[in-house]
């Protein structure tokens, strides 16, 4: 289906999904259309980390919803490296629950991409269940600085899990490097480490090259796919996107560095973003709608950098365009417009959506067939983030009952506390 027509406010519109139901190859599998389904971190696995039955309905959900490529959640490698109480784990104990969760999604759905995200949380990990942890010295003393030799576990950590995933029937991993977890902190200018993994852009990606290369051999599959979500811009000084340790001003030789090193490690996508976890520059909130633009820009320059395919992020926020955005032209402000366009002008290669996957899992399908009107936007609340940052489960408190009671008596205790 390429041009649809619908009347808004007695005027004909055309909508066009021309770009975004147009398939596109991923390294050597293909994605059916453009629309990703980025990790949402749900918080809802069992006591051992495997999916439960709320995990594995979501994931079904998805899979119904036929997004080009579904990211699962940030998976936590190791037990003691969760941000989450409830978050799912990837090690060996947890294959067969994994494997679970790939077969109930794949008969649903054999063609939509299914991609691990893997991650270490490093000094976001939570004390009460997790060991918190940092790349290089913080304000707080108690944060252990991790040695080398535990830097090079890590690395075995992570191969480990690609190698489960490629063993449970993934279609490939994310390497995550976003949102301010380990590999965040690894790459950042601020890491002054005076060993291998520290100060010279050269010694802080160390770990990422070392790390692919081992990943690719013990894989030992060229069309399992490997790419890497990571931040064009932190936001924080001596963060990633600023030019030295005391910096702050958004320089992007870096990003667009490291962006040239992921295609030449032989990895097949980079999914854009920015911002350490919760932020308005990682997810554009009503008041900060024009946070949108700057996504749109950092996945462009790093589209602009490389020839594999680029993923960008942020696009629940546009919504069917009922939102805050200074544009005078009520038909350019809606996420349809947006993704056509960007696709269009070779902006980015394909267009990520996280709130709106759980206000409506069935979003890819009803928009490419057309059912505009049977869409549940997200309404960009952010209690989702509310329900996380309380270590609750996670789901939308506006569309889904479950979540929404949920969401009432957690509000009801804390105004009663
Ligand atoms: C509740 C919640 C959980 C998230 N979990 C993850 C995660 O596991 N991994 C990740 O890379 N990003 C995570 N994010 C960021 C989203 O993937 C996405 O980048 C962000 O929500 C902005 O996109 P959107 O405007 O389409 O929601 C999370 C965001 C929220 C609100």
Redesign the pocket.
């Known amino acids: 289906m390429n041009s649809i027509f619908f009347q808004q406010n007695s005027k004909v519109i055309e909508m066009n999904t021309q770009m975004i139901s147009t398939p596109i190859r991923v390294g050597k599998k293909e994605a059916p259309n453009r629309i990703v389904f980025?990790?949402?971190?749900?918080n809802d696995a069992d006591a051992t980390g495997d999916p439960s039955d709320l995990s594995l309905n979501r994931y079904r959900r998805f899979a119904e919803g036929g997004a080009g490529i579904i990211?699962?959640?940030?998976l936590t490698i190791t037990s003691e490296s969760r941000a989450r109480k409830s978050q799912l784990s990837i090690t060996e104990q947890n294959a067969k629950g994994l494997e679970r969760l790939i077969n109930e999604m794949r008969k649903i759905n054999g063609e939509s991409l299914i991609l691990f995200?893997l991650?270490q949380s490093g000094r976001l990990s939570e004390a009460a269940f997790s060991k918190v942890i940092s790349v290089y010295p913080t304000k707080d003393p108690d944060i252990h600085v991790l040695t080398e030799e535990e830097i090079d576990q890590i690395g075995d950590n992570f191969v480990n899990a690609a190698v489960i995933a490629k063993q449970v029937g993934a279609d490939g991993i994310?390497f995550?490097h976003?949102?301010g977890y380990v590999c965040t902190e690894m790459i950042q200018p601020a890491n002054t480490r005076n060993d291998r993994y520290g100060g010279s852009f050269e010694n802080r990606t160390r770990f990422f090259r070392e790390t692919t290369r081992k990943m690719k051999d013990a894989v030992d599959d060229d069309s399992f796919l490997l790419g890497v979500?990571f931040n064009a811009y932190d936001g924080v000084p001596g963060g990633f996107g600023a030019a030295g340790p005391e910096e702050v001003i958004e320089d992007l030789s870096e990003p667009i560095a490291f962006s040239k090193m992921i295609e030449e490690a032989g990895m097949d996508y980079i999914?854009v973003?920015a911002g350490i976890?919760?932020s308005e520059i990682?997810?554009?909130s009503k008041k900060y709608p024009v946070g949108?633009y700057r996504?749109f820009g950092w996945a462009q320059a790093v589209k602009k950098a490389v020839n594999i395919p680029v993923i960008g992020?942020?696009?629940?926020?546009l919504r069917d365009g009922k939102n805050d955005l200074p544009e005078p032209d009520p038909a350019k402000k809606d996420f349809l417009y947006w993704a056509e366009k960007n696709l269009r002008d070779g902006n980015v290669d394909l267009v990520?959506?996280?709130?709106?996957?759980?206000a409506d899992p069935l979003f890819p399908k009803k928009l490419l067939a057309g059912e505009f009107d049977s869409i549940n936007y997200?309404t960009?609340c952010?209690r989702?983030?509310t329900?996380?940052i309380a270590q609750q489960v996670?789901g939308c408190a506006i569309h889904d009952k479950h979540y929404r009671d949920l969401y009432r008596s957690i509000k009801n205790k804390t105004k009663n506390q």
């Open positions: 980025q990790p949402m971190e749900c990211f699962t959640e940030s995200q991650n994310d995550k976003c949102h979500r999914n973003s976890a919760g990682t997810q554009p949108i996504l992020s942020g696009y629940s926020s990520g959506v996280g709130r709106q996957s759980l997200c960009i952010d989702c983030l329900l996380m996670v």
